[in-house]
């Protein structure tokens, strides 16, 4: 969903398309981030591990049979046929496949005989256009293999891969399901990147909005607001997810990992919470927002009126004596004039007294 | 439910009839959109398949009486002595003839010994009117046969047409409750188009409100949460629906099909959630709009401010002089009117001078 | 609850009377609306039927004991004497009669050994007042009898008399609580005519308050608000009500029943629907209210920075050529008068073009 | 609580003093209200009831190990001392001990092996403060005996001490189950006479509001809300507590007092609802308030339009003719001035005109 | 999280350098409090009690062992070695290790089958800054010891520590499991002083809103804002957790324990209870600040209105009479002046009665 934060725009010409196709047929919808779709194998135990870049569906096959713990990367999705590929050597139903292209699905499991399917949103955080960005992940969990599919290149799994080859840690020693957990980690890991991100921004915008609101503010606000949305969207069905994977009684979740995902599941519910505190700072941000214009406008209100009020009268007086009848003795006294403006100086500093009682200056 | 906004207007005459009549009775409660009930019959199995247009009761009961699948689209519910002769020949409970010709009926699903009733909303988004029509459609799963009934004609079922001619996938080959589910996922699936049209539309609105907001905007917004509330009416029972058909114990849903069921739920997840979004949208779309319209106001006001601040001490100024005391010496000064010209310009550069430090300018 | 949307005002001196009596003690409360507590009786099977008007306790007795289905249908419940007569008869629970006689009570369902007890709110839509009125109606379901009791005449119940009278339909051949769920099915029916007359009123207020937001308006929505509070405590209790009906282990309740329960819980379940619509609706009127409202003093502020802004400048300049300096030297000038009228016009125009500019004539 | 709206500083001393104990020390938290504690006994049969005012703890052990049932009612609760006595001749956990001279401990209901502890809060409406006043009232139900405790003398429990003494009735009959079940529908009995008064008191400050809104209303408003805040506070704990008590297990509840729970389940329900149908009412009113204010405002800023904008265009003219240009061929018409007046009639009229037309007069 | 108000800025570094790290490293996230990480142990039973400060792990080892209850307080997380070492000591998963140097980590509550893992959030409430701070805290319930990890010297456990020095109370008798609920009821008894405090702050930022409200309150309500978010984030999850160890069916937890930490859910709901209503007040202080701004304006308002109302005529009068026309006879009359004068004072005494009439004076 990069690029955009309109919500659904970019994929209309395919999601029209797909009303007309059977249920479970693979078309892709989503933007087209890479040129070619590139497989990147990653195969170990506990001793040995083998890396594999671009590599094709045979050699899949070939390392996902042996006993190793295989790790297929698939980089970009806009190719159902190599997908379907893929699915038919893994045996993987129909459904599965149209969700992995599907960019729209929203994160789930779901436990099939043979793998278990998850899907996730890898959130990356554009500084320069100051949009939260999403990428569509889905990840197959077999036994001894697992396959991930990523819309484009570089991706949060990096550090993965950095544990697997300095081959030291719990990684290399555990099952497929302990990969999966770390590459789903990994991914939740980056939303704490992600939203203290957003956090500086709420912070920057919500100083600038106390300081001094701008008309251009509303539309910010309205922005962070939509990111918000985004993000809420993500990470909320995570929640579920990642509670049932924990509770799940399939065969590919050992013992070991469950305690792993219940943590995960814990800094799921983490996320959430700095979403919605998130959600409620930059709902009262309108607030703020409003305050501070309704505040400006007072001031200048308070201005005006204070100079109205003081010239009417003052200006009041200038017209009585600038009435033309004959018989208006004041105008013939000598000091009339000096005492007219005598006058006027007394009335205005009886106001401005008036006012300062009332601390409206 | 086409042709109004109205929630509840068209339905009334029949609405208050009914109340005198025993429950069971079918009353059509709707407004009448074919002149003439046809009933269109498709016949199949894995090998042959059968079509029969406007056919006759008669037909109906021979053909679903066989092995073959046999799909009846009846179109036009708004004669129940029609519906009443296909409900005693397919023993249809009372109480489901009722629902099959009240519009008024929200989705839902009820298992019967011999059948599941199924109510769905079929979605249209009329792009002259700018607003989500609903029709009602209620399909009838048995052994071997599906019957639908929908308002009139011009539906979302081609697609599921084509696929039963083309004689390749799935649906050829399994029984009625595929084929009750594609009929369920082809209107799911043009929820999205119709949130997909919503969408543009609440875009475009979003867009010519934050670049200038216009009085006749609120109606619009108005509208939008209406049509968004029809809309909820339809999705949300629709989730409790499938949920409790994929969950169903009934005989008449296979092991197969209750997969593709788990799917139908989650478009359905999704069609919320976008519904939800857009909820949340046109929320905020009504701050902007207030927002905006103060902005223009406090834009009118201050140049009122601005005007009346700068001019009310230059007309005091001219009033004074305007006064007739016999001794006002400035008055005889040569350049006396000049050196006042001099002094308001003076005077209007320094309240400019202020107001622009203030930023209020 | 009739003549008054004051929610607790009349009921007041019963209801402090009876912090002072044990539990159970039957205190009628509410406002007598009927003279003398009438009994009716409807006794039929599926062969015969017996109408007795006005009847006696004895008279009760004597027939809820036959064979026959016995309806006793009672209007006024201001008499606790008679009411607990009545529960001696048919060893109703103290609790019972005490909860008969509070018109204050809402709707509940309660299991006891002998009999089911069902407290409703009839409603009523009062053309004249514009309001709702609830009337308060309790149903004592046992073997072969059905208790009503109502407090005035006139009542939703016709319908059914009816169709006992015209011995057609299933209604003579179903046992008592056949009966039962035909007068709480007439009473929710009588929720759409409600709803419906609301619906209009609704829509009427709506169109006006678009059209033309008066001050009054204001009181007319939190009228409608109020309504809408009373139908939701009457319609809420219902879904829960109704539900536990359905899914009561009660022997009195026959599994043919059943069906039409839940045909019932989803006419609850619709009126509910229709209720809340009403509810953001009406909520969305307010906002509606305020927005012309508001435009209504924008307009007028508008008119008023226009004449205000356009004459200050001229007021100005005529000041100016008002001062008594000796040297103006325009003021000598053959056409100096009409050169001011003219620049006067000059910069009116160029004020007009700026505004017409901005958009804001 | 009494006598103060603060809801929390009352008590400040001995909850910090409180934080250095250990759990389960009794350390009384609240005002003071009473001099002395008192202990009243009641001790009852069927055949015989024996009051005793002023007893002391000797007198309750030996009653209450009788087969009659006791109730000690204990007034003041500040002297833990006293109360550490009660608890140790029942046996009453350390934490019961706490809880009962904690006044700020919420209604809760706990078994313990021997005896269930219940907390109340006992509603009164002070009319000279306006202000609904909450005092802390504990019951032990024991075996054939029930403990009170409550903060100052002057109750709610008189009617059950009046039926008591009259011997007639269920309460003789039955066990202490039904004595403490009588006492707690006292106290929730109690909660209708407060509401009701918040009603009427809502319901003149409606009135008033709607009628011509002040700004001392606003608080008024901001201290309805504080007192439904506190009536919440008090009544929705009550609705678990009392649903669980009708639900235990407990030995002694017995079958026959169930029945009597429900329904005072159900009544606490009905205070619930009014309770939020007054923070509905409460809400609406701020609303109608705010509307009321900015319609005087309005008011207010129409008569400045129509003085300003009838005025403006006028004192322009006065401005142009009291100009001193030699040539303003005008001045020197016989009827000059008063054809400026009548010019100024006819600008004056049109302007009328155009307001009226506009509705804004 | 002392010192700050800002949800998460402060720990961002940490948090970015985590994610490229594998699940379980210790990672201190926070701000360093202390220099040293300080180890103190108190070892005791019913009979004796050795304390030992600044005590090193080899002693910790030693006394965990024994059948003494031990009780080992970590003053000082910074040091992930330090932890570590622990950590092994006690057979610790490496998740409960990176949850006890993360004070991010939100309170919840873990069985292992060695251990309990309790995390909880001790609050402060900083009189200078009028801000809640809260800092992390860690306990492990283990059989026959309890280690508790905090960030800086200075806790809510010193009245613990009195009782186990005074040897007289349960706490010696008890058992590890005892100790733990001690420390967790410390923290939670800690919270009411914290919200205490918080509602002094709340009625004395209200007292002063009413009286006058100034701009700068609304950013006071926003700090109260946010420190009621900072409130409710460690409170809300105390309450799940300390009901999941109540029901917990871990043999660490003894039956008489149960009933003291039912008691502590009891406080937990308490404290909640509390900032629910303060999060109202707030909200409902929010309200009131605007309503006393908008009365503000609109004084200053009424003010201008009636200036500008009863001057604008008056100076229209004026400025009548000092037009040039040759024949106005009124500036003849001798005392035509005077008669202006009173005119005026006629108009204005008129418009001030119709003023007053209206209520606007």
Known sequence: MRKSIGLKRRNRPSQSVKTTLPPGSPVFIGEKRVEKIRIDIIDYNENSIKECRDADLKECERLAKGQTVTWINVIGIHDPGIIEGIG?????????????????????????PD???????????NDETNN??????????????????????GDVFEPVRQRLRSSKGRIRKLKSDYLAYALMDAVVD???????????????????????????????????KKNI????????????????????????????????????????????????????????????????????????MKVLTIFSTIFIPLTFIAGVYGTNFDNIPELHF????????????????????????RGWI
Chains 1, 2, 3, 4, 5 share one sequence.
Do not use: C
């Open 88 to 112: 038919s050597i893994f045996n993987l139903h129909p459904l599965t496949i149209e969700d992995i292209v599907n960019t729209n699905q929203r994160p789930k499991m779901e436990e099939f």
């Open 190 to 224: 980056h939303y704490f990147v992600a939203v203290e991100r957003m956090g500086d921004w709420i912070e920057e915008v919500d100083d600038r909005i106390v300081a001094e609101p701008k008309q251009e503010d509303i539309q910010e606000i309205h922005r962070l």
């Open 334 to 357: 000598k000091y009339g004039y000096f005492a007219m403006l005598g006058l006027m100086l007394i009335v205005a500093l009886l106001m401005l007294r008036f006012f300062k009682r």
């Open 132 to 153: 939260l960005e999403m990428e569509h992940v889905s990840l197959i969990l077999g036994d001894n293999f697992v396959i991930s599919f990523q819309e484009e290149e």
């Open 229 to 300: 949305l985004i993000l809420r969207k993500a990470v909320w069905p995570l929640r579920e997810e990642i509670g049932s994977l924990e509770k799940s009684a399939s065969h590919l979740i050992h013992p070991e990992t469950r305690l792993f995902l219940r943590d995960l599941y814990d800094h799921t519910i983490q996320v959430i919470d700095i979403t919605e505190t998130f959600r409620d700072l930059v709902g009262g941000m309108h607030d703020t927002y409003l305050s501070g214009i309704s505040n400006r406008m007072n001031e200048i």
């Open 115 to 125: 793998y278990l399917f998850i899907v996730l949103k890898m959130s990356t955080y």
